[in-house]
């Protein structure tokens, strides 16, 4: 993350060639270190350097003297002499050691990495300045990789320095920290205030008390004092913040200037299915997203919407009422799902529910082949088929509608944003959009990934639910929680018992899941239950047989890996324990639990925990066990987690910040997002002269990602 490029503020300097200039030209660069750094860390001009932040400040203004080292400290700067340079060890395990020493004690210094290239430029008998942190091993104290710098006229006792991410190479190879600060000195010294282009208005930096950005990026690089440092943060945070929001505000523009289906009538199917096929009373949740819905298609512009609803709200029934109102204005409607058991599932809910009413629905996966799906094919080009539920096989070149109206996507976060964009150019008039997720995106998240969708949401669930009871049970306890599972089966329940496995790739987890496998037969004898197993390494075949036949009632127990987190639904198991539920994240526990609960059967939850389990993880199980509130468990695994990891978007542009942080910095972001807004009521396409640069930047942008229209 720090290693992000900075090319989109390219070009908008007004002297383009000082900032463009190769890095080796820099003075102190140079063939070989801009080679180290271009490899390294990507930096390869002026501009790079410029925006390679310093993560943090050391205080060297101090010089500790060896014999005063005070074993509470963390890093010290030391002056003083070096002498016994010498090699130890053998290969691999080479190590260096030189001994550095002042009138009031010695200490060690050591090199594990590079040692050959440190004792070359290293010299005994004259005297160095060394920074570092200080390790204890057995009572003894030593610096292991310090920076080390020869002291003679021109050295300076540096003050307080900015630390730069950084490599061990680079370490090794004398780029330290005190290079690259002087390195950024040596920039800074050719730069103008010019060159940087301001493309924060003048008129918004007084409103938000923000400092203009080549001050900025000085006192970024050198704050004199810590406001400055504050200062300078500020505004490039509230800069990447403001941007974003600006992007997402234009983003939503296009969506409601873009001409959509007229969805003009509430017609026969939707109504027959309404009064009598409707499996169950709506909630009133259910009714009012649903409203929503009609309201959006029916205004002639495209409906974009996601729709959140925890596990188990009942979103499917919403998808499929809203394809029926598409089919009632003569289109057809797909719903796509991110998994083939998904697809199945959604299938066979959807084609039950719809058959007393003689609407074909299909499913096209990639296992649909031959002529199957040829027939599919045509029955799609030709309009005949209406209904199809299929998984990224309907983003397939060849998959032509005649008419598509609406298009659902379930359980969004699976699907990457390049995917679906390719569903949009399935006509000239882009369908209407419902993106469904499963996982509860807390706000700060939702404004920057998916600020420029219309938001509803299922904050009911079906009534006569009962809430799950989520029991923190430890290893030694397997022996009662195997048999109260038992228990649970000998009632007439289903049962779910969940390995971690991380990676599909990781022996270990694979191995602990097979032996997990034989234990769980011991406790339910084969002569008496039936066991099924998924996991990833079986062929999709194979994994959809063996859940099938636990959807079906024919297994009672099955044994899984993650594969079944997402959307499964059997009503009728009412257990799930969850083996290493240290290991697992706050979100996807709350998802696989969301598997059980379906039904009106009391239901629970059994996290078994390792004997070894970190303070963290400890906390997360807490939460686990205290609450079922999917929104109030996002936020928590976003506050620990943060945003990069938890919905395997860190590729997502639109939450990768270099310096701002959406849940640290979310007044920033409340705030840019007003301002956002404001501008682009005044200035929708930000064409007034002092929005120019604004302009440039996002049009720079745009062009990394072209994906915007759907997302
Ligand atoms: P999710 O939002 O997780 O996709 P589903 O649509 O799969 O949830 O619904 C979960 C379960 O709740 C299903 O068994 C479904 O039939 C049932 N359900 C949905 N809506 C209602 C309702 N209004 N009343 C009773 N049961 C409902
Ligand atoms: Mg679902």
Redo the contacts with the bound molecule.
Sequence with gaps: MFYATNSYFCGISSNQSILESPIEFLKGVGPQRGELLRTELEISTFEDLLYHYPYRYADRSQVTRIGFIDPKTEYVQLVGTLVNISEEGEGRKKRLIATLYDDTGRIDLLWFQGAQWMKKSLKENVRYIVYGKLNYFNGVVNIAHPEIELLNAETSIPGRQPVYPTTEKLKVRGVTNRSFAKLTQALFEKLQPGDVMEILPQELRNQYKLCGRFQALRWIHFPDTEEHEQAARHRMKWEELFLSQLKIGRLRLQHTAQQGWHFGKVGDTFNEFFSKHL?????NA?KRVLKEIRQDTGTGKQMNRLLQ?????????VALMSMLLALDNGFQACIMAPTEILAQQHYF?ISGMLRDMGIEVRLLTGNVKGKPRKEILEQLADGSLRIVVGTHALLEDNVQFKNLGLAVI?EQHRFGVGQRARLWKKNEMPPHILV?T?TPIPRTLAMTMYGDLDVSV?DEL???RQPIKTILARDMERARVMQFMRSEVDKGRQAYIVYPLIEESEKMDYESLMAGYEQVKIWFDENKYRIAMVHGRQEAAERERNMQRFAKGEANVLVATTVIEV?V?V?NASVMLIESAERFGLSQMHQLR?RVG?GAEQSYCILLAGSKVSDESYKRLQIMVSTNDGFKIAEEDLAMRGPGDMYGTKQSGLIKFKLADIVQDSGILEETRVAALNMLTNDPGLTSAQHQPLRYVLSQQGKQSHWGKIS
């Design positions: 499996p169950f009373p709506l909630t259910q609803g925890d596990v188990g709200s009942g979103k499917t029934i809910s379930d469904m499963a299922i079906p009534p006569g959307g639904n009503p969301g379906r």
